[in-house]
């Protein structure tokens, strides 16, 4: 659901009133607890609460035991609209107990932050029991909610965690508490399903376990070392892009990892971009040196090498080009965002007559792409410019263009896309692939996006067929993104389980015992002298001394496709026994017969 209809569904109210029940309840069981703020997020609630004692994980089952009970019972939840001199009664009124001087602080701090002329108001829940003792639970809140607490039925609280008050270090920390809430209780099964199943395919548990890459404090923060594994996948990955844009046309380029800081001015980064800049580099000859954020800067240097005829565009060149950011430590996580990461990169020059289909045939490389990855399900965002925001360059006739033709490329290929107001870059708009993992969450992957003004700031030009100077567009573009964050993506697609193509190690060759381990690297050294899709065959020989039963379950557990066991009677007759990933013991086969299965 997007973001604005998710806030006006009756879900989102849902899942606020059940923040409000979880407030109620906390409010009943532990007297003295101070309520701070409970919104509904993106996939729950939560409330930040000031508890007298600390709680624990266990304490959540009882509020959400109480919860339930609360939720069963006669209660309304009014919407009551005051002044603010009313407004301050009712949160000092001590007779009411969510309200009162001794717990209501951060209500009334919450109250002064609410501007002059706003409506202030109140969600009130009131019942009386059956020994006729009235109860009443009030929260100051914009809402809305829904009518009834009886409305709120498959709820489950998730997890603590602290925060601080209004986000600032310097204050007081809380409590908070998160909870989630559905419609009906298959909503609720369903994401608690999809969540145990997320962290079985957590790419960060799996890069760990399959050996694909690791980090180390010596390294430092952020900056990933890929293992042999890991690396693997990072070629075959590479291969397949570089192959299907050599398809196209495109052209590779190589470029250094630092640059002198004076291209970065030319190219306007080190305004926009400084923040994310390592510290810069003074050698003797007092030239400032920067790790290279971006490679833009560095393709439109050899395009601008010679005099570009329009003929001689489109050029599209493409380099796996790592860059470097300086994301804060506490915003670094894992590989999807390190301090150092490699684009699959590319740069087109084209003339203005060549934007739309060349827009289209990079749309067409990505769609391409994903589904030999096996990416079905993608939606597209365009991302414009935000009028009132001051953070963009360029003059507004070329973002007008350059929209339009993003716009008139998604219809000519019968692409629907979205429009999110504010996404562009801050030097043209862009479309990025929004793509739907084998759990249905959605990963922002790959970015194309127009930019006429780079090629204004470098003054890049093409003589045209009149003979004149003329200005090209430039299009930058990711399919991927990253690799670490395709790799990423693709290690929680398949749980680790990558397809054979794709799979770091394709065949383990297990010996039974030690008289079968030269035929084992005999059979691994012609498999390895075979080419599958351009590469020879990924097979590793596992002669550790152990049972066969180990191998076959730790083989199992690296999620290798193909094990293929050694023992006397296969070297007699020729054949390997083979045990699938996906269906177990297929038997005895010769290679020939094997490597036929693999069409
Ligand atoms: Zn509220
Ligand atoms: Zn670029």
Same mark, same amino acid.
């Given at each position: 659901?997007?973001?604005?209809?998710? !806030?006006?569904?009756?879900?989102?109210?849902?899942?606020?009133?059940?923040?409000?029940?979880?407030?109620? %309840?906390?409010?009943?069981?532990?007297?003295?607890?101070?309520?701070?703020?409970?919104?509904?997020? !993106?996939?729950?609630?939560?409330?930040?609460?000031?508890?007298?004692?600390?709680?624990?994980?266990?304490?959540?089952?009882?509020?959400?035991?109480?919860?339930?009970?609360?939720?069963?019972?006669?209660?309304?939840?009014?919407?009551?609209?005051?002044?603010?001199?009313?407004?301050? *009664?009712?949160?000092?009124?001590?007779?009411?107990?969510?309200?009162?001087?001794?717990?209501?602080?951060?209500?009334?701090?919450?109250?002064?932050?609410?501007?002059?002329?706003? *409506?202030?108001?109140?969600?009130?829940?009131?019942?009386?029991?059956?020994?006729?003792?009235? =109860?009443?639970?009030?929260?100051?809140? @914009?809402?809305?909610?829904?009518?009834?607490?009886?409305?709120?039925?498959?709820?489950?609280?998730?997890?603590?965690?602290?925060?601080?008050?209004?986000?600032?270090?310097?204050?007081?920390?809380?409590?908070? #508490?998160?909870?989630?809430?559905?419609?009906?209780?298959?909503?609720?099964?369903?994401?608690? =399903?999809?969540?145990?199943?997320?962290?079985?395919?957590?790419?960060? #548990?799996?890069?760990?376990?399959?050996?694909?890459?690791?980090?180390?404090?010596? &390294?430092?923060?952020?900056?990933?070392?890929?293992?042999?594994?890991?690396? &693997?996948?990072?070629?075959?990955?590479?291969?397949?892009?570089?192959?299907?844009?050599?398809?196209?046309?495109?052209?590779?380029?190589?470029?250094?990892?630092?640059?002198?800081?004076?291209?970065?001015?030319k190219s306007g980064h080190i305004l926009t971009f400084r923040e994310?800049?390592?510290?810069?580099?003074?050698?003797?000859?007092?030239?400032?040196?920067?790790?290279?954020p971006m490679n833009c800067p560095f393709h439109i240097e050899i395009?601008?090498?010679?005099?570009?005829?329009?003929?001689?565009?489109?050029?599209?060149?493409?380099?796996?080009?790592?860059?470097?950011?300086? !994301?804060?430590?506490?915003?670094?996580?894992? #590989?999807?965002?390190?301090?150092?990461?490699?684009?699959?990169?590319?740069?087109?020059?084209?003339?203005?007559?060549?934007?739309?289909?060349?827009?289209?045939?990079?749309?067409?490389?990505?769609?391409? +792409?994903?589904?030999?990855?096996?990416?079905?399900?993608?939606?597209? @965002?365009?991302?414009?410019?935000?009028?009132?925001?001051?953070?963009?360059?360029?003059?507004?006739?070329?973002?007008?263009?350059?929209?339009?033709?993003?716009?008139? %490329?998604?219809?000519?290929?019968?692409?629907?896309?979205?429009?999110?107001?504010?996404?562009? %870059?801050?030097?043209?708009?862009?479309?990025?692939?929004?793509?739907?993992?084998?759990?249905?969450?959605?990963?922002?992957?790959? *970015?194309?996006?127009?930019?006429?003004?780079?090629?204004?700031?470098?003054?890049?030009?093409?003589?045209? !067929?009149?003979?004149?100077?003329?200005?090209?567009?430039?299009? =930058? @573009?990711?399919?991927?993104?990253?690799?670490?964050?395709?790799?990423?993506?693709?290690?929680?697609?398949?749980?680790?389980?990558?397809?054979?193509?794709?799979?770091?190690?394709?065949?383990? #060759?297990?010996?039974?015992?030690?008289?079968?381990?030269?035929?084992?690297?005999?059979?691994?050294?012609?498999?390895?002298?075979?080419?599958? /899709? *351009?590469?020879?065959?990924?097979?590793?020989?596992? /002669?550790?001394?152990?049972?066969?039963?180990?191998?076959?379950?730790?083989?199992?557990?690296?999620? +290798?496709?193909?094990?293929?066991?050694?023992?006397?009677?296969?070297?007699?007759?020729?054949?390997?026994?083979?045990?699938?990933?996906?269906?177990?013991?297929?038997? %005895?086969?010769?290679?020939?017969?094997?490597?036929?299965?693999?069409?």
């Amino acid at each position: 659901m997007l973001k604005e209809a998710y !806030e006006q569904s009756y879900l989102y109210r849902l899942r606020h009133s059940a923040a409000h029940l979880m407030a109620q %309840a906390v409010t009943e069981l532990y007297p003295g607890a101070k309520l701070s703020i409970g919104p509904p997020i !993106e996939n729950g609630f939560y409330y930040d609460i000031d508890f007298p004692q600390p709680i624990r994980e266990e304490d959540l089952e009882k509020i959400e035991k109480r919860m339930k009970e609360l939720s069963q019972l006669d209660q309304k939840i009014n919407r009551i609209e005051v002044s603010r001199d009313e407004a301050e *009664t009712l949160i000092l009124d001590k007779s009411i107990p969510s309200m009162g001087t001794d717990v209501a602080e951060y209500k009334l701090e919450l109250l002064d932050a609410i501007p002059e002329g706003e *409506t202030i108001s109140f969600y009130d829940q009131q019942r009386t029991d059956r020994e006729g003792k009235y =109860h009443r639970f009030l929260d100051l809140c @914009r809402g809305p909610h829904v009518d009834a607490t009886k409305e709120i039925k498959h709820f489950k609280l998730m997890s603590l965690a602290g925060a601080y008050w209004r986000g600032d270090v310097r204050n007081k920390q809380l409590t908070r #508490i998160y909870g989630t809430a559905f419609e009906s209780k298959e909503g609720l099964e369903h994401y608690l =399903h999809v969540l145990e199943e997320a962290k079985k395919r957590d790419h960060r #548990i799996l890069g760990r376990e399959l050996h694909l890459y690791m980090f180390s404090p010596r &390294v430092g923060t952020g900056l990933p070392l890929w293992l042999p594994k890991g690396a &693997v996948l990072r070629e075959v990955l590479t291969d397949t892009m570089k192959a299907e844009q050599l398809k196209r046309g495109y052209e590779p380029v190589v470029t250094p990892h630092i640059a002198n800081i004076k291209l970065y001015e030319k190219s306007g980064h080190i305004l926009t971009f400084r923040e994310k800049m390592f510290p810069f580099m003074e050698d003797e000859e007092k030239e400032t040196h920067i790790l290279k954020p971006m490679n833009c800067p560095f393709h439109i240097e050899i395009y601008q090498s010679q005099m570009r005829s329009y003929r001689d565009l489109p050029i599209r060149y493409a380099e796996f080009g790592t860059v470097y950011r300086y !994301e804060q430590s506490g915003e670094v996580a894992g #590989i999807l965002r390190a301090r150092g990461f490699t684009q699959d990169d590319a740069h087109l020059f084209v003339r203005p007559d060549q934007l739309q289909d060349e827009f289209i045939g990079v749309v067409d490389l990505m769609k391409t +792409v994903l589904e030999k990855l096996g990416l079905h399900e993608y939606r597209a @965002r365009l991302g414009t410019k935000d009028p009132a925001s001051d953070k963009y360059v360029g003059h507004d006739d070329n973002w007008i263009a350059s929209t339009q033709a993003i716009e008139n %490329a998604c219809q000519a290929m019968g692409m629907d896309y979205e429009i999110s107001v504010g996404d562009a %870059a801050f030097y043209g708009p862009k479309l990025d692939l929004m793509i739907k993992d084998a759990l249905g969450r959605e990963w922002q992957m790959g *970015t194309v996006q127009v930019d006429y003004n780079l090629p204004e700031r470098f003054e890049l030009e093409y003589i045209g !067929e009149d003979s004149k100077p003329h200005r090209p567009i430039m299009i =930058h @573009r990711a399919p991927f993104g990253s690799l670490e964050r395709m790799i990423g993506l693709l290690t929680e697609q398949y749980a680790g389980a990558f397809p054979f193509w794709l799979s770091p190690v394709q065949f383990a #060759i297990l010996p039974i015992a030690d008289r079968h381990n030269e035929a084992a690297f005999s059979l691994a050294a012609d498999l390895r002298s075979r080419l599958f /899709d *351009t590469r020879p065959f990924r097979v590793t020989v596992d /002669d550790r001394r152990e049972t066969l039963g180990k191998k076959i379950r730790e083989n199992q557990m690296q999620k +290798v496709p193909y094990m293929l066991i050694l023992g006397d009677r296969d070297i007699e007759s020729g054949t390997v026994g083979v045990r699938s990933r996906e269906d177990g013991d297929l038997g %005895a086969m010769t290679v020939a017969e094997l490597l036929d299965r693999l069409g």
